[in-house]
């Protein structure tokens, strides 16, 4: 799964890496982006690619009420084409949310130990998402614009540490998964399998991070577990 990740690269940095036509939202820091808040998010808007801040957790457009966005962080790529959650955006709706590294836990039950894990040079990468808007019935000129971000089975280099991990996507594979016109499933999904990244490296850091609180550069910094085990 992905439940926890960080996003720290300025506008003139994500524009480096990613397909970026104009920001409508403000770029800050955090490390420690934990569901429900806003995270940025590339996707098209007409002929543009836009990045801006969607709400972390997927409310589909019928859905009675906000509340099913906690339940709906993450999409397995397995139920993407079948699950009506996620059918119709699979299909039409789909984002990049860029992305600095992200957290796991492993270990007994209380004194689980967290890791911080990048690419193997460190530079910002993608998650493969998908996102909704969301009228509101009682005000049409309000709207939710929600995400989420697809997971897959673990690659062996990540296997120890939890048994999920995100799709993370190669540059080469930008244009077509956001290609709102692009509605071959059967390719998209060759993409999640076969095409996103599976080598990465990791390092054991502050439990502090278990706090959702605490947003710090210091949670990312390498903790020997031997120091950790007394708190």
Not at 29 to 53: C, G, H, M, S, W
């Amino acid at each position: 799964m992905c439940g926890r990740f960080v996003e720290f690269s300025d506008l003139e940095q994500l524009k480096l890496h990613f397909p970026i036509d104009q920001a409508l939202s403000e770029i800050t820091p955090n490390y420690n982006v934990a569901p429900t808040q806003e995270i940025l998010a590339i996707f098209r808007q007409k002929d543009l690619k836009v990045l801006e801040k969607l709400h972390w957790g997927l409310v589909p457009h019928w859905a009675k009420d906000l509340s099913i966005g906690y339940k709906m962080i993450n999409a397995r790529m397995e139920t993407l084409a079948s699950k009506p959650s996620f059918r119709d955006a699979f299909k039409k709706r789909r984002c990049l949310i860029p992305a600095d590294g992200f957290y796991e836990w492993t270990g007994e039950k209380g004194r689980k130990q967290p890791f911080f894990i990048t690419l193997g040079d460190e530079k910002p990468f993608a998650f493969a998402g998908l996102w909704e808007t969301r009228q509101d019935k009682n005000n049409q000129n309000e709207t939710y614009r929600s995400c989420t971000i697809i997971t897959r089975d673990s690659s062996s280099c990540l296997r120890d540490i939890h048994n999920r991990m995100p799709a993370i996507l190669p540059s080469d594979t930008y244009e077509a998964w956001l290609d709102a016109d692009n509605h071959d499933t059967k390719g998209l999904m060759e993409i999640l399998a076969e095409k996103t990244i599976t080598d990465f490296k990791f390092r054991p850091v502050s439990k502090q991070v278990n706090s959702v609180k605490i947003n710090d550069p210091l949670n990312i910094v390498f903790k020997a577990i031997a120091q950790l085990t007394s708190g």
